[in-house]
């Protein structure tokens, strides 16, 4: 049965570790998975990633960010995740619309009657059947994506982590406030703990929704 799970948290929650083991589980489980992330996903949306994420993109006004997060999603939505759903695929997608409510509503202070009319224009009627929240504290999370970068060598896509701690913070109890409004939906996971413990955490709140799922 189609399903549409999203994948959110700070920078450093590990959850694109996470994405990854969920789909291989889930393939060994016999499911048809399509693994996909935002902002990218299909060959427009990733050139818009590289404007959104390049540090020397500083200049950016947080309009122009809001609308270039918006148009990805329309590409990715219309090209990649209409598809896989009407083929009745699970579709596991590393961010979604929530990250454009915690990272420019709450980080950078846009309207979410406005964020919200602009993800619906974006997504259409695709909203997630399902969110897994990675939450742990900022400093872990960022210490980790920094951590990363200079092992990767790689600043192409740095300019959020560049932000102040203050920014992450927000963000941070963004999400903790979006899935405190939609507990139906959210499932928080406790990002602070080793690969393997959250790993078995994401299997068995995804397979127990799922399993709920094929009930109703
Ligand atoms: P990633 O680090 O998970 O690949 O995400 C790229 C960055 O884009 C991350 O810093 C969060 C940010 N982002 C937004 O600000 N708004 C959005 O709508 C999305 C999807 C991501």
Do not use: F, I
């Given at each position: 049965m189609a399903s549409f799970i999203t994948f959110e948290g700070i920078e450093g929650s590990g959850k694109s570790t996470q994405i990854q083991r969920l789909g291989k589980t889930l393939e060994s489980l016999g499911h048809q998975v399509l693994l996909t992330r935002e902002p990218g996903g299909c060959a427009i949306a990733d050139q818009i990633r590289g404007i959104l994420l390049h540090p020397e993109n500083a200049a950016m006004v947080p309009r122009a960010e809001l609308l270039l997060y918006a148009a990805a999603r329309a590409q990715h939505v219309e090209e990649i995740v209409k598809p896989a759903l009407t083929a009745g695929k699970i579709v596991l997608c590393d961010r979604f619309t929530d990250a454009t409510l915690a990272y420019q509503g709450f980080g950078r202070g846009l309207d979410a009657a406005l964020i919200k009319q602009l993800n619906r224009l974006a997504a259409g009627n695709h909203s997630p059947d399902l969110t897994l929240l990675f939450d742990l504290p900022v400093e872990i999370g960022l210490g980790r994506a920094l951590q990363r970068e200079a092992e990767q060598q790689d600043?192409?896509?740095?300019r959020f982590e560049r932000e102040t701690l203050e920014f992450h913070q927000r963000i941070r109890a963004g999400y903790q406030q979006l899935a405190a409004a939609d507990p139906q939906r959210f499932r928080i996971i406790n990002?602070?703990?080793t690969v393997a413990q959250i790993a078995d955490r994401v299997k068995q709140v995804t397979c127990d929704y799922l399993h709920e799922r094929v009930k109703k």
């Open positions: 600043v192409s896509e740095g990002a602070a703990q």
